[in-house]
């Protein structure tokens, strides 16, 4: 179906952000940037007075609560790439949702630049900002994800598992500008490329219990950059830091 790009997609008011919390690590919340459409999920229900007093409207999920980061940083997903759609189809009414993790505090101005840049280029369905530092390689979103425990510990799998598809549908491992997913902007949300590709992902990382899905978003969206608009990590630049 052709859309009709109309001033009406690019109203804030047609916007929905989303955050999360899940697990025990984390207890603090940034403030939500709107006064409304701003929903907070989480499985943790000791943060509902946090996250409501920021602004946020509490959303309660009700997934294992655990102190494994591993596991809540897998929970996560299912809202970083838009799962939650299928089973709360109340959000489907906006026509484009902005993930942000909730140690980026994203702001007003933030949200008024991806909709400025989305009216510019309407017919693409994501914006994604590139990785602050230069990575052209799967490889080398391995390396620097190696790093992390919570990365590492899977990781061997997740290598043959990325090199299984990259032999099996042709694609690439280099000459990729890596991606940071820590705030993506969504429209267009029916489109059956978006729902096909964040799934993929969502599964690889669920199921090798692998939460570094930069790798894997790196992977499949390969056969999607036209749809795709990826621009510099400092284009919009929120602080960031562990509230």
Not at 179 to 199: A, D, P, Q, R, V
Request: contains cysteine; charged residues 25%.
């Amino acid at each position: 179906m052709k859309l009709n790009y109309s001033k009406y997609i690019f109203r804030m008011e047609n916007t929905l952000i989303v955050s999360c919390i899940f697990g025990k690590k984390f207890n603090k919340s940034y403030r939500a940037p709107l006064n409304k459409n701003c929903v907070f999920f989480t499985n943790n229900k000791s943060l509902r007075d946090e996250i409501i007093n920021n602004g946020w409207k509490y959303f309660y999920i009700d997934f294992e609560l655990t102190d494994d980061y591993i596991i809540s940083s897998l929970q996560s997903k299912y809202i970083k790439f838009l799962i939650f759609l299928r089973d709360y189809p109340e959000f489907n009414k906006f026509l484009n949702i902005i993930y942000t993790d909730h140690k980026f505090k994203l702001e007003n101005t933030h949200i008024n630049q991806f909709l400025s840049i989305h009216k510019k280029e309407p017919t693409k369905s994501i914006i994604i900002r590139k990785t602050p530092m230069l990575k052209t390689s799967i490889y080398e979103e391995i390396a620097c994800a190696k790093r992390q425990e919570r990365y590492l510990k899977n990781m061997n799998t997740t290598i043959d598992y990325i090199e299984d598809k990259i032999e099996q549908y042709q694609l690439n491992m280099n000459n990729i500008r890596i991606s940071n997913t820590g705030i993506i902007f969504y429209s267009n949300i029916n489109n059956s490329f978006i729902t096909s590709m964040l799934h993929d992902i969502y599964n690889s990382c669920t199921t090798l219990q692998q939460p570094e899905c930069q790798i894997f978003w790196a992977l499949y969206s390969q056969n999607y950059l036209e749809d795709i608009k990826q621009i510099e990590f400092d284009k919009i630049n929120p602080l960031w830091k562990a509230p």
